[in-house]
């Protein structure tokens, strides 16, 4: 069974860096492309970006040079990193599989407040 | 980017109810190797998204028949013939054709 488990703090304060890993297992993160997806409260979703099998990137461009997702294959864990955060970058934030968005994992709510 | 217009916002649907919801694109969804990335999601309170039908009209493992996707290029659209208690929830088209991938504003299900 395929399962993804977000984890990070749940508080990160305006124009700090907001860092969340997301564990794999059941599935090799060298095989698919793996992603981090955001619901801001309400119902609207972002695609922020992906993290490929060869471990090439591509990123949102509405998130411009703040974002960076990196993996750690040794460890089976993808990461997302996002700097100079506002309060508009308040959500909860998912890993999933992609691009069939089959894997998800239970998300993490990041609230940015000082 | 691609911009997904799903309607109706809200579906108020009795037990047994049929019902359908469209996903229309502001451009074809058709990639140039010959798939067509339309997949669909149900959102359940307090649940992460659950994919129920991927490639249009393929259905998930596990997500009962009574689901079914259908369409092409910019115009889409998922049933439910027969609507159950569990299926109430909030449900997104999301294109992965083009990037970035995008998705509809979502449709809400609810109880008549």
């Known amino acids: 069974e395929v399962q993804l488990q977000e984890s990070g703090p749940g508080l990160v304060k305006p124009s700090q860096s907001l860092s969340l890993t997301c564990s794999v297992t059941g599935y090799s993160i060298t095989s698919n492309y793996w992603g981090w997806i955001r619901k801001f409260p309400g119902n609207k979703m972002e695609w922020m970006g992906y993290i490929s099998y060869s471990g090439s990137t591509s990123y949102n461009p509405s998130l411009k040079s703040r974002i960076s997702i990196t993996r750690d294959t040794s460890k089976n864990q993808f990461f997302l990193q996002l700097n100079s955060v506002t309060t508009e970058d308040t959500a909860t934030y998912y890993c999933a599989g992609l691009p069939y968005f089959d894997y998800w994992g239970q998300g993490v709510m990041v609230t940015v407040s000082s | 980017d691609v911009v997904l217009t799903q309607t109706p916002p809200t579906l108020s649907a009795t037990i047994g109810q049929s019902v359908s919801i469209s996903c229309r694109s502001s451009?074809?969804?058709?990639?140039?190797?010959?798939?067509?990335?339309l997949n669909w999601l149900l959102q359940r309170p307090g649940q992460p998204p659950q994919l129920l039908i991927y490639?249009?009209?393929r259905l998930e493992s596990g997500v009962p028949n009574r689901f079914s996707g259908s369409g092409s290029g910019t115009d889409f659209t998922l049933k439910i013939s027969g609507v159950e208690a569990e299926d109430l929830g909030v449900y997104y088209c999301?294109?992965?054709?083009?990037?970035?991938?995008?998705f509809g504003a979502g449709t809400k299900l609810e109880l008549k």
């Open positions: 451009q074809s969804l058709l990639h140039s190797n010959g798939n067509t990335y």
């Open positions: 490639l249009v009209s």
């Open positions: 999301v294109q992965s054709t083009h990037a970035p991938n995008t």
